[in-house]
């Protein structure tokens, strides 16, 4: 599945939120989101509008990575 192009960091967290992450701070444009399933994982986010390609993708990978499951997975997950 293809990565959403005009996807906005609001739209985003909120995704990650039913993940089970959570706001941890926010530090400028950046959201800071922590979980604790599978050991703990924080991954920061811009607060961009919409979140540029390339680090979209990063952020997936790593979640995915965390979750030990595929990218195309978590992006049926969450989409």
């Not at 739209?11 to 039913?18: G, P, Q, S, V």
Request: proline share 4%.
């Amino acid at each position: 599945m293809k990565l959403p192009r005009d996807e906005n960091s609001a739209a985003l967290i909120k995704k990650l939120l039913k993940l089970g992450y959570q706001i941890d701070r926010q530090t400028g444009s950046h959201i800071r989101l922590t979980t604790n399933e599978n050991g703990k994982h924080s991954i920061t986010i811009p607060n961009h509008n919409p979140v540029k390609i390339g680090t979209l993708n990063s952020i997936l990978l790593e979640i995915a990575e965390h979750f030990k499951i595929s990218k195309d997975q978590l992006i049926n997950k969450l989409w």
